[in-house]
C-alpha cells in the first residue's frame, strides 16, 4: 500500500514540473536533450512560449553554436528527422557540398597522394556549410514561432557571455598548449585583451553575435548572400579554399522522405542518404530480427557475435553501394532494407566463428569522430531528432576573425584516392568520390522510434564511424530488452565496421571471459574508454511521461524538460 501511494505522488508531481533520477530527467509537457544544458534550456524555453519541436530544435541548434563550439555549429551541415502527430515522417538534408571548383583528385599530388592530411587540415578541406539552410527550411515549412524569435536566445548568450563549464575550460587550454592548433583556435577563447578566458568566466562572443543577428534579420540569406558570404568567399580566396559566392548562393538543404523499418512491432525513421545511417541501421536491425533472441543473453558471447556479424555485413554494403542520391540514382535502397535480403545475410552467419571482411570486395568512408545531437518532443507529441557536425573536433580549427564561427572540414568524408580501397580503412569506391555540388557519405544517424503512431525513443549520437552502431545498439536495448533510456544510452556497446576487421568494445563493460571466447572464434578485439555520446527521449504512454537523458560521457549535456 506504501509503495503504490509514493508511486502516486511521484505521478502527481511529474504532472506539474520535471525531476531526476538516477540521471533521468521526467517529464510532462515537453523535453529537449542536449550537449549542453543552456541549450537545452534555450529549446525548452521556446516550448514554453508555445513554439513547437521544430521551433524548439531551431533555438536549440543555434544555442549549441555559442556553447558547444567543438561540434554545434552554423559552419558545418547535418540531418533532421521530423515525426509529426499525423505519423507523416519527413527528413530535412542540410549536408555539406563540395564546391563547384572541386574534383576527383583535388587531394592529390603528383605522385598519386594525399599529402600532409590537407583533405583534413586547410582550407580544401571546407565543404559549403548547410546548417543555417536546413534549419530554415525545416522552420519555414514546420514551424510556429516567429524565425527571429529562435536566434534570439543563441545571440543573447553570444553577446551577455556565458560561465565558461570546466570541460570548455580544459578544452581551451589544450587548444592554446598545442602546437598543431591554428591560430584562430588560439585565439578562440581569449578575452579582448589578450588574456585567456578563466573557468567561470564569462566567454563572450561579439563578432558570431552580430553573424547570428544578420541570420536572424534576413533568415537564410543572412548567411549566404550579403555581408557573411563575401567575408566567406573573401577568406576562402586569402587561405586557399575554394568556395565562392556563387557556391553559398546557390546551396539549398532538401526534404527528403526518411528510411522506414520496422523492428518487433515498432516503426524505425532515419535518415536515407547521403547519410548512411537509415540504410545501414535498418538493415542490421532486420538481421536480428532474424535470430531467436529470447534463448541469446544480453552481452554474452552470442550475443556480441551477432551483432558483430550484422555490423560487418551492414558496413561492407554501406562501403559498395551507398553516397549522395543526386550522383547515386541506381542505389539499391529498397533491396539493402529488405527482410528477404537479411534473412539471406543472417543465414549465411556462422554461429562459432567469425567472418572474413575483404578490401578487395567492399569498402566505406569515414566521418569524423565530434559531432552533436540533440532530441526533442513538444507538449502535442511532435518529435524531433537532429545530429550536425563540423567532422573532427573543432572542424578545420578555420576561420575569419570577424565571422565568429568556425569552418568544418567535411571534405575529409569524401574518398580521397580514386579506386584504391585497404584494409586500414582507405575507401576508393565510386560513390563517394569527389564531385561539383556533391554530399558527402556520412554516418549520422538521428532516429525516432515510434509505436502506435506515437514517438517511444528519439535518439541520435556523435562519435563519427561508430554513431550507426551506438544508435543501433541503444534501440535493441529499449525495444528487446525494455531498459529506460539512461540504462539503454549507458549499456555495453561494439563496434565493427567491416573494415578495419577490428571490434571494439566499451572496457569494463564485457567481461574477460567473453573476450577470451570472441577471440577463440576469430574476432579481434580492442578495448575502448567509451562509444558514442548518445542523447535520447524516452516515451511512457501508460503513463503519458517523457524521460529523458545524456550519456554520463557528455561533461555538459542535460535533459531538460518541464
Not at 536515407?272 to 541469446?296: F, H, R, Y
Not at 567535411?410 to 563517394?432: A, C, L
Not at 545498439?473 to 573494415?499: C, F, R, S
Amino acid at each position: 500500500m506504501f509503495s503504490r501511494l509514493i508511486h502516486y505522488f511521484l505521478l502527481v508531481f511529474i504532472l506539474f514540473t520535471s525531476i531526476t533520477i538516477q540521471a533521468q530527467t521526467y517529464a510532462r509537457n515537453g523535453m529537449v536533450v542536449s550537449d549542453n544544458r543552456l541549450a537545452s534550456e534555450a529549446g525548452v524555453a521556446i516550448l514554453k512560449q508555445g513554439g513547437n519541436a521544430i521551433d524548439a530544435s531551431v533555438a536549440t541548434a543555434f544555442a549549441l553554436a555559442v556553447t558547444h563550439p567543438a561540434a554545434g555549429n552554423i559552419g558545418g551541415g547535418g540531418f533532421m528527422v521530423y515525426l509529426p502527430t499525423d505519423g507523416n515522417a519527413t527528413t530535412i538534408d542540410f549536408r555539406e557540398k563540395a564546391p563547384l571548383a572541386a574534383s576527383p583528385t583535388m587531394f592529390l599530388n603528383e605522385n598519386g597522394v594525399v599529402p600532409d592530411r590537407i583533405n583534413h587540415d586547410s582550407a580544401l578541406a571546407i565543404g559549403v556549410p548547410g546548417t543555417v539552410a536546413g534549419l530554415y527550411l525545416a522552420h519555414k515549412k514546420y514551424g510556429k514561432l516567429p524565425w527571429k524569435t529562435l536566434v534570439e536566445p543563441a545571440i543573447k548568450l553570444a553577446i551577455d557571455g556565458f560561465p565558461l563549464t570546466w570541460a570548455l575550460y580544459n578544452e581551451s587550454k589544450v587548444i592554446r598548449d598545442s602546437e598543431s592548433s591554428t591560430a584562430f583556435l588560439k585565439n578562440y577563447f581569449l578575452k579582448p585583451d589578450g588574456s585567456p578566458v578563466d573557468f567561470k568566466e564569462s566567454w563572450k562572443q561579439p563578432e558570431l553575435a552580430k553573424t547570428l543577428e544578420l541570420i536572424a534579420a534576413n533568415g537564410q540569406d543572412g548567411f549566404y548572400k550579403g555581408k557573411v558570404a563575401q567575408q566567406i568567399a573573401a577568406f576562402m580566396k586569402t587561405n586557399g579554399g575554394i568556395i565562392s559566392i556563387e557556391d553559398l548562393a546557390k546551396y539549398q538543404a532538401v526534404e527528403r522522405e526518411p528510411i522506414k523499418g520496422t523492428f518487433n512491432g515498432y516503426d524505425i525513421y532515419s535518415m536515407p542518404p547521403p547519410s548512411s545511417g537509415g540504410v545501414t541501421m535498418t538493415a542490421m536491425l532486420n538481421i536480428i530480427e532474424q535470430a531467436d533472441l529470447e534463448t541469446i543473453p544480453f552481452n554474452s558471447t552470442a550475443y556480441v557475435h551477432l551483432v558483430i556479424e550484422a555490423m560487418r555485413r551492414g558496413f561492407a554494403n554501406r562501403a559498395e553501394y551507398l553516397g549522395d542520391p543526386d550522383f547515386n540514382l541506381n542505389m539499391p535502397l529498397d533491396r539493402l532494407t529488405s527482410k528477404e535480403y537479411a534473412k539471406k545475410l543472417f543465414n549465411n552467419i556462422d554461429k562459432n566463428n567469425a567472418s572474413v571482411s575483404n578490401p578487395e570486395k567492399f569498402s566505406h568512408p569515414y566521418d569524423g569522430d565530434d559531432t552533436t545531437h540533440f532530441s526533442v518532443v513538444d507538449n502535442a507529441g511532435n518529435a524531433v531528432s537532429v545530429t550536425y557536425t563540423l567532422e573532427q573536433s573543432y572542424g578545420s580549427g578555420l576561420g575569419d576573425s570577424t565571422l565568429g564561427f568556425i569552418f568544418n572540414n567535411e571534405m575529409g568524408d569524401f574518398n580521397p584516392v580514386p579506386g584504391e580501397t585497404t584494409s586500414n580503412g582507405q575507401i576508393g569506391t565510386d560513390p563517394n568520390l569527389i564531385a561539383p555540388e556533391k554530399r558527402m557519405l556520412s554516418s549520422m544517424n538521428p532516429t525516432i522510434v515510434a509505436k502506435d503512431g506515437k514517438p517511444f525513443l528519439i535518439v541520435g549520437s556523435p562519435g563519427g564511424r561508430t554513431i550507426i552502431n551506438t544508435v543501433f545498439q541503444t534501440v535493441l536495448n529499449a525495444i528487446l530488452y525494455d531498459m529506460p533510456v539512461g540504462q539503454g544510452i549507458e549499456a555495453m556497446k561494439i563496434h565493427h565496421q567491416w573494415l578495419p576487421d577490428v571490434t571494439y568494445y566499451e572496457m569494463d563493460k564485457l567481461s574477460p571471459d567473453t573476450v577470451e571466447q570472441l577471440e577463440a572464434m576469430g574476432h579481434n578485439m580492442k578495448a575502448s574508454n567509451q562509444l558514442g555520446r548518445l542523447m535520447g527521449i524516452q516515451y511512457d504512454a501508460k503513463n503519458n511521461i517523457y524521460s529523458g537523458a545524456s550519456d554520463s560521457s557528455s561533461p555538459d549535456g542535460a535533459a531538460v524538460g518541464y
